[in-house]
């Protein structure tokens, strides 16, 4: 009922910056019922992890290792979220999944691959 398309990821140098988009689309029923957008990122052998999330009035939640360094933001009117990744290091390097929550539905992204190389 609601499709996520993630873009921007990419190759950046260590220190670079990305900027990843996730836009929603579907039955706008679901879509006017979003209450939470966020990231999650999944490295080769290791869980998903959360990067950073943001309610639909503004809260914002970010895991401590991308604190002061990741900015995440939404624009409610075009049903998206960004997330602006700054001083980024190689252990940023994942598969970066868009997530939202509707209702009681969790939907997710096909994931961006974002590559820091040190």
């Known amino acids: 009922q609601v499709q996520l398309v993630e873009s921007g990821g990419g190759l950046v140098q260590a220190g670079g910056s990305l900027r990843l988009s996730c836009a929603a689309s579907?039955?706008?029923?679901?879509?006017?019922?979003?209450?939470?957008m966020g990231w999650y990122r999944q490295a080769p052998g290791k869980q998903r992890e959360l990067v950073a999330t943001?309610?639909?009035?503004?809260?914002?939640n970010y895991a401590d290792s991308v604190k002061g360094r990741f900015t995440i933001s939404r624009d409610n009117a075009k049903n998206t979220v960004y997330l602006e990744m700054n001083s980024l290091k190689a252990e940023d390097t994942s598969v970066y999944y868009c997530?939202?929550?509707?209702?009681?539905?969790?939907?997710w992204g096909q994931g961006t691959q974002v590559t820091v190389s040190s």
């Open positions: 997530n939202s929550i509707s209702g009681s539905a969790n939907y």
């Open positions: 579907g039955n706008i029923a679901y879509i006017l019922r979003i209450t939470a």
């Open positions: 943001i309610t639909r009035g503004g809260s914002t």
